[in-house]
C-alpha cells in the first residue's frame, strides 16, 4: 500500500513540474513589436522625429532600443523610453538636412534574451511638393533668358517640372531643389557658347526666344498640369527693348531685365497683348 502511495506522489509531482515546465515556456519568446511609426509624417529639414513602437510580451521585462543611420553614416543607438510591462516606446532622431535618406530598427529586448527587430525608413524633404507656388516671372527675348520664381514658404523639388515653347518640350527640370523666394535661371543653347559659356548645361533651354513676334511659354508639373502659361497672342511687331517681368501685382509688364533677382516693376502693361 505504502509503494502504491509512494508511486502515486512521485506522479503528481511530475505533473506537476511538468505543468510549471509548460507555464514557464508559453512565457518564453520573442516581443511583438506590433505598430511602428514616427512623426511628423512628412518630414521637412529642421524637424526631429519621434519614434513610437508599441511592444508586448508576456513575461514583461522589455527594453527597446532605436537604432537609426542618416545619409549611409554609422548607425547610432538611442536607448527608447518605455514601461518594462509593454506598451508604447518611444525616442528621437534629430533633424537632418534636406534630402538626407535615414533608416531606422527597433530592437525590442525581454528579460529572457530575446529580442525582435522592425524597421522603417524616410527621406528628408519628401514632401507633397505644392507646385503651384511655382510660377514664370520674367521671360527675356533680347538675352534670351526664362526665369522661375518660387514664391512659396516650402523648398520644390524640380524633378520632372518641364517648359514648352509654341507647345514643344524645351527644358526639363533635374533633381535640383528650388529654395522659397529663390530664382532659377534658364538661358537659350543660342547664346551659351558666346555668353555663357561655363553655363550649366542643366540650366540651359532648347530653343530661342523671341522679343519682336508672338510667344508661348508654358510652365508644367511633372503630371502634365499647367502651372503657368504665358501666351502672347497680339504682339505688335515692335522690338521689346526689355524684359517680360511680372510686377508686385502679379500682372505682365515691360521691365528692366534682371536675370535671377527680383523684378523691378514696369509702367508699359502687355496685358492687352494676351
Known amino acids: ?3 502504491v502511495l509512494f508511486i502515486a506522489a512521485a506522479l503528481l509531482l511530475s505533473v506537476v513540474a511538468l505543468n510549471s515546465c509548460v507555464e514557464d515556456n508559453l512565457y518564453r519568446g520573442k516581443c511583438q513589436i506590433e505598430t511602428v511609426n514616427y512623426a511628423p509624417k512628412f518630414v521637412n529639414e529642421g ?29 547610432k543607438t538611442v536607448q527608447m523610453t518605455g ?22 530598427r527597433v530592437v525590442a529586448k525581454n528579460k529572457d534574451g530575446y529580442t525582435s527587430e522592425a524597421k522603417g525608413k524616410y527621406t528628408v524633404g519628401d514632401v507633397p511638393q505644392d ?7 520674367e521671360l527675356n527675348g533680347n538675352d534670351k533668358f526664362i526665369e522661375i520664381y518660387n514664391f512659396g514658404d516650402q523648398k520644390i ?3 520632372g517640372v518641364y517648359i514648352q515653347k509654341d507647345e514643344g518640350l524645351n527644358w526639363t527640370g533635374d533633381n535640383r531643389v528650388l529654395d522659397p523666394g529663390a530664382y532659377l535661371l534658364l538661358y537659350s543653347e543660342d547664346v551659351i557658347a558666346t555668353d555663357h559659356p561655363d553655363w550649366d548645361p542643366a540650366l540651359v533651354f532648347n530653343s530661342g526666344l523671341s522679343a519682336k513676334k508672338n510667344v508661348r511659354i508654358q510652365l508644367f508639373d511633372p503630371s502634365g498640369n499647367s502651372i503657368d502659361d504665358f501666351n502672347i497672342t497680339k504682339h505688335p511687331g515692335s522690338k521689346v527693348s526689355g524684359s517680360y517681368g511680372r510686377n508686385s501685382d502679379g500682372k505682365w509688364y515691360v521691365q528692366k531685365a534682371t536675370p535671377g533677382a527680383e523684378n523691378t516693376n514696369g509702367t508699359d502693361s502687355v496685358e492687352g497683348w494676351f
Open 1 to 3: 500500500m505504502k509503494k
Open 47 to 75: 524637424d526631429a522625429v519621434t519614434v513610437t513602437a508599441f511592444i508586448t510580451y508576456i513575461g514583461g521585462g522589455i527594453s527597446a532600443d532605436l537604432v537609426y543611420s542618416a545619409g549611409g553614416a554609422a548607425e
Open 83 to 104: 514601461a518594462e510591462t509593454g506598451g508604447d516606446f518611444t525616442a528621437v532622431i534629430p533633424a537632418q538636412p534636406y534630402d538626407c535618406p535615414v533608416e531606422f
Open 131 to 137: 507646385y503651384t507656388k511655382l510660377r514664370l516671372n
Open 157 to 159: 523639388k524640380l524633378q
